[in-house]
């Protein structure tokens, strides 16, 4: 019998279906936090070691190099053992990974804790995703998968704010350390609330699919039978591009080509990122609501919204109105990656789902591990034209919205068309 079918109680109530979201939420808080710091911290990490713009590319994208590599082994043992080990493991591997971040002496050093940090927080994407599929309520499965997604945004609005207040007042190494203990605090949440009793762990009114004892193979023939899963893991693929290459050099934006002081890039560079996170809960609310089978639709209008904000920041006149473009194509991103990360629950059975979900968040990871390098590539080539950096953006944007065109309609069920 499977692990999915195991761990399914019969009826969870509400309150105890919004407990278990709610923990879900912190728990991508916490995982974006610690990842998003160092793209804070990176102007006072390269200063002190000197590196070079695409140096500084490399560290940030070290994390999604081996970060891509865990999502589909981790989906698969997500599948066959449940989510709530896995779950307790990369809380307590990835705590400990950020710490040691702020003890590195070299950027070999760093660039090594960081693909560790990236291997020990593998699992936690496709656990998390197959815990709101099987607690959600089919109709509320994009609104309570969009709860949970906005606390990576959340996490990452933070961030800049919380590495400005440690920095001012001691120093880098010290944001990176101050997160051991939090982490290992929500390891025990996560064992005592769900991992304390097996046969409780998870549940949902979703039955079982015929598909949840299916093998490995059997698990990729469906997911790759799906078109539309195909044109979804493009779509993710370009969409994340533009995202993970926001994030991570929007600080050094503000600081270098709009001329923002330390103190200001924690505050400006806080609002797209909660305006994300918005986005995020937006898009499962709006998606679930209005366009149940039709969320390519929705995707499709966020993503070209967005590439016109972000071309809207790069031919500001100022800083002030180029945080607030920036921040509109947050909010609609966020509402584009929402119904794009829903996408593997609904469409695969739940016997599978992890596996879809790590195979799509594969793509947006190997994304996250280029994008920066090739914006540090882009700056160096254009002796730091930053609005060159957001060109590029632009472009993934405009891709990502032509992949979604063509994942076609019928996505509020699933389907294995080819």
């Known amino acids: 019998m499977s692990a999915s079918v195991l761990d399914r109680p019969a009826a969870p109530s509400n309150r105890r279906r919004s407990q278990v979201i709610a923990l879900l939420f912190f728990t991508y808080f916490l995982t974006y936090l610690d990842r998003a710091i160092v793209a804070s911290a990176i102007p006072f990490i390269s200063k002190e070691f000197q590196l070079s713009s695409v140096e500084s590319g490399a560290v940030l994208s070290a994390f999604f190099f081996s970060y891509a590599f865990m999502q589909i082994p981790s989906g698969l043992l997500v599948d066959k053992f449940g989510p709530t080990r896995l779950l307790i493991g990369a809380a307590v591997g990835f705590s400990i990974f950020t710490a040691l971040t702020g003890i590195v002496q070299s950027l070999t050093m760093l660039l090594v804790v960081r693909i560790l ?148 890039m924690g505050f400006f560079a806080s609002a797209p990122y909660a305006a994300g996170a918005v986005g995020y809960f937006l898009g499962g609310y709006v998606g679930d609501r209005y366009f ?39 909010l609609v991103l966020g509402m584009a990656l929402s119904s794009l990360f829903t996408m593997p629950l609904i469409l695969m059975p739940m016997g599978v789902a992890a596996t879809a979900f790590g195979i799509v968040n594969t793509g947006a990871q190997i994304s996250g591990f280029l994008s920066p390098i090739l914006i540090g590539a882009v700056l160096d080539a254009s002796n730091q034209n930053f609005a060159m950096a957001l060109y590029f953006v632009v472009w993934a944007l405009v891709a990502s919205g032509i992949a979604a065109s063509r994942i076609g309609v019928g996505v509020g069920s699933q389907s294995t068309a080819v």
């Open 117 to 264: 940090f990236g291997i020990s927080e593998g699992p936690a994407p496709a656990a998390v995703s197959k815990t709101v599929a099987l607690w959600s309520v089919p109709e509320k499965l994009g609104r309570s998968n969009g709860i949970v997604l906005s606390g990576t945004l959340l996490g990452s609005a933070c961030a800049p704010a919380f590495v400005t207040a440690i920095v001012l007042n001691w120093g880098w190494r010290e944001a990176f350390l101050s997160l051991l203990a939090p982490g290992l605090l929500l390891a025990f949440a996560i064992y005592w609330m769900l991992g304390r009793a097996p046969s409780a762990q998870l549940g949902r009114g979703r039955s079982a699919s015929p598909s949840d004892g299916d093998t490995a193979d059997t698990s990729w023939k469906v997911i790759f039978a799906s078109r539309q899963m195909r044109w979804a893991f493009v779509a993710v693929i370009l969409a994340s591009c533009a995202n993970w290459g926001l994030q991570n050099w929007l600080p050094t934006y503000l600081l270098k080509a709009r001329g923002f002081s330390v103190k200001e």
């Open 292 to 330: 149940a089978s039709r969320r390519n639709v929705l995707i499709l209008i966020c993503l070209f919204l967005a590439a016109l904000g972000t071309f809207g920041a790069a031919v500001s006149a100022t800083g002030g109105q180029s945080v607030a473009f920036m921040t509109g194509a947050f």
